[in-house]
């Protein structure tokens, strides 16, 4: 079992930046991909970005390459999306997921999730 905790949401002028942490709980948490999803008011939720057990590969949605970065911290059962140069469209809640399996993670079917952050960026 992974239990998934997220932090650093909050609210933001547009240009700005934050940065998410997603705190797992459960000894198994260095075999599982993770990935940062958001869900905008009236919106499905959408794929942001993720990031492989290893650390060695990272993907991004078009919408937030060049702009957002996901990194995983093993010894602190952390994962982190540092969000530079952020938008009015960057408004969402922003979830966590974790999953063995890297594919599902980005499909996300992910077994685990978080309860979500709230960020909003002003114009």
């Known amino acids: 079992q992974v239990q998934l905790v997220e932090s650093g949401g909050g609210l933001v002028q547009a240009g700005g930046s934050l940065r998410l942490s997603c705190a797992a709980s459960?000894?198994?948490?260095?075999?599982?991909?993770t990935g940062w999803f958001r869900q905008a008011p009236g919106k499905e939720r959408e794929f942001v970005a993720a990031?492989?057990?290893?650390?060695?590969?990272?993907y991004y949605a078009d919408s937030v390459k060049g702009r957002f970065t996901i990194s995983r911290d093993n010894a602190k059962n952390t994962v982190y999306l540092q969000m530079n140069s952020l938008r009015p469209d960057d408004t969402a809640v922003y979830y966590c997921a974790a999953d063995p399996s890297l594919s599902r993670v980005v499909g996300g079917t992910s077994d685990y999730w978080g309860q979500g952050t709230q960020v909003t960026v002003s114009s």
């Open positions: 459960g000894r198994t948490f260095s075999s599982y991909s």
């Open positions: 990031i492989r057990w290893s650390g060695g590969s990272t």
